[in-house]
């Protein structure tokens, strides 16, 4: 009969999403006003305010300073904004990917012989700027749906001719082209041939 074997599990603790310094200073500014937020909170009709002038004024920068603190605590959260450079990086990144994913769909169909093969292509980009730098667009999309010129769309894009054994594929219709700013997804079709 072989040994008997025993397994020990550890549980770990789950991630906040806070780093330790943001966590702390979060707690501290809770602390500190909570009794006076749960107390205008539980009664907002007839809380008391204090007594003398000094002691309001007090009670107000204290609870301005727990309003800021807050707003420090949600703008660490927020994304930076990227310089023209890291647009640029970004915008070239995406427009490989997309090309790539497109160029591996061209593949040889007797569809191609009428130039009416389909090719789609998912993306998913969240940076709206990036987006828009991708496209030549000088701000962040306002459609949901355009369709582009196909050699504007590889102007942007990069060239997307895929060779086959004896003869070219190319797109051979505009790009559709789909945004939806909600999610940061998009989706690029159209069709190809020889």
């Known amino acids: 009969m072989p040994p008997a074997t025993t397994t020990t599990t550890t549980k770990k603790r789950k991630s906040d999403g806070l780093t330790p310094a943001a966590a ?97 292509y998912d993306g998913v980009c969240n940076d709206a700027e990036v987006f828009a730098k991708l496209l030549g667009l000088d701000g962040a999309p306002t459609f949901k749906t355009k369709k582009m010129p196909k050699d504007e769309f590889e102007n942007l894009i990069g060239d997307l001719d895929v060779a086959i054994r004896y003869d070219t594929l190319r797109l051979t219709t505009d790009v559709n082209i ?16 020889k």
């Open 24 to 120: 702390k200073k979060a707690k501290l500014a809770v602390a500190a006003h909570a009794e006076t937020v749960a107390n205008v909170l539980s009664d907002a009709l007839n809380f008391e305010l204090p007594g003398t002038s000094k002691a309001t004024r007090d009670f107000i920068l204290g609870l301005a300073q727990y309003a800021r603190s807050l707003e420090e605590e949600v703008d660490a959260y927020k994304p930076k904004a990227k310089s023209p450079e890291e647009l640029e990086l970004a915008a070239e990144k995406l427009a490989n990917a997309a090309r790539s994913g497109i160029r591996k769909q061209m593949t040889w169909k007797a569809s191609c012989k009428t130039g009416t093969a389909k090719w789609m």
């Open 178 to 193: 789909h945004w939806k700013p909600s999610d940061g997804t998009f989706k690029f079709s159209g069709s190809y041939g």
